[in-house]
């Protein structure tokens, strides 16, 4: 059974730094493709960032040179840098893994989300 718990969400102020976790378990590190997606209230969710199984790392527009995807496979988790956060970062964040695209995102897993909320 696989499993994607996400810690590290709260609340910045504009500008700071946040690096979510996201701990999986019951597949092998590496086999499926793994990514960050956010949505936030009245929107439709959005990926912000993916890692393919040879490690290639991809970023929505949004956040490309502020947020960093990264994964330790020894530890089987998943990791998301965001830093330079602005108010419009403010979303629920989720962990998912088994990645296609066909004209819109799915995944086979989905974490529960962590809140991240960016305010003065």
């Known amino acids: 059974q696989v499993q994607l718990v996400e810690s590290g969400g709260g609340s910045v102020q504009p500008g700071g730094s946040l690096r979510l976790s996201c701990a999986a378990s019951?597949?092998?590190?590496?086999?499926?493709?793994m990514g960050w997606f956010r949505r936030a209230p009245g929107t439709e969710r959005e990926r912000v960032a993916h890692i393919d199984t040879v490690g290639r790392t991809y970023y929505a527009d949004s956040v490309n040179g502020r947020f960093t995807i990264s994964q330790d496979n020894a530890k089987n988790t998943l990791y998301l840098q965001m830093n330079s956060l602005k108010p419009e970062d403010s979303a629920m964040y989720y962990c998912a893994a088994d990645l296609r695209f066909s004209g819109r995102w799915y995944a086979g897993y989905w974490g529960q989300g962590t809140q991240v909320t960016v305010s003065s």
């Open positions: 019951g597949y092998s590190a590496n086999s499926y493709s």
